[in-house]
Structures are given as C-alpha cells and as structure tokens.
Nanobody, 124 residues
Framework: QVQLVESGGGSVQAGGSLRLSCRYY????????MGWFRQAPGKEREGVAT????????WYGDSVKGRFTTSQDNAKNTLYLQMNSLKPEDTAMYYC?????????????????WGQGTQVTVSS
C-alpha cells in the first residue's frame, strides 16, 4: 500500500499563497488517482483537486477552480498543491490522497489512502 506525508501548511493573510507538498512511498506503481481534500471543523469533507496519474488530467472543485493548481513530480514521488488568492474560507486541514482506481469518488474526497494532513489558516 502507499504512504503519504503532507507538508507546507501554515498561516497566511487573505490574498496570499501557499504550496503544499505530498511525498508518497510504498506501492506506488499502480496508483491511478491522486489528489487533495480538506476538512474544516464542523464541516463535511470537501474534494479539492484530483489528478489522473496516467493521463495527467486534472479536476478542481468549484470553490478553488482558477486559484489552485495540482501537479506531480514523478522523479521526486511528490504531489503539489499550489494555492493562490487564498480566502478565509479556505481555512481547513488539507489531506493528500491516493487510490488504485480512476478518479471518481475521489472528487468528493473519498480516497482509499490519505496522509496525516497539514493545517492551512487564512486570516482576513
């Protein structure tokens, strides 16, 4: 199975940027979908972005479309989430996820494997 470790979270003012990283280990060769989801206190899990590891095709949630970009560096076994124009409503714990199936349920944040998360706090 795959192991995932996120980093790069922190506190930033509205309008600022952060880049999250997710290093992945283990049985990575059959992973078909990777991505990000977030969860704020008292709110449901929200899918943020996915990437099809075979085609490179990406998907973004409506709330982040045009502001966030996910990318993958296979040489470094690392997934990134570049977050620009951050808003206070982006405040949440962000998780990196992976699955051995094509991206579908993962767009709702339903991954088979995920990391420990990294906190992002955006102040107004």
């Amino acid at each position: 199975q795959v192991q995932l470790v996120e980093s790069g979270g922190g506190s930033v003012q509205a309008g600022g940027s952060l880049r999250l990283s997710c290093r992945y280990y283990g049985y990575i060769y059959s992973i078909d979908c990777m991505g990000w989801f977030r969860q704020a206190p008292g709110k449901e899990r929200e899918g943020v972005a996915t990437i099809d590891t075979n085609s490179g095709s990406t998907w973004y949630g409506d709330s982040v479309k045009g502001r966030f970009t996910t990318s993958q560096d296979n040489a470094k076994n690392t997934l990134y989430l570049q977050m620009n124009s951050l808003k206070p409503e982006d405040t949440a714990m962000y998780y990196c996820g992976a699955d051995y199936t094509s991206c579908d349920a993962e767009k709702k944040g339903d991954f088979g494997y995920w990391g420990q998360g990294t906190q992002v706090t955006v102040s107004s």
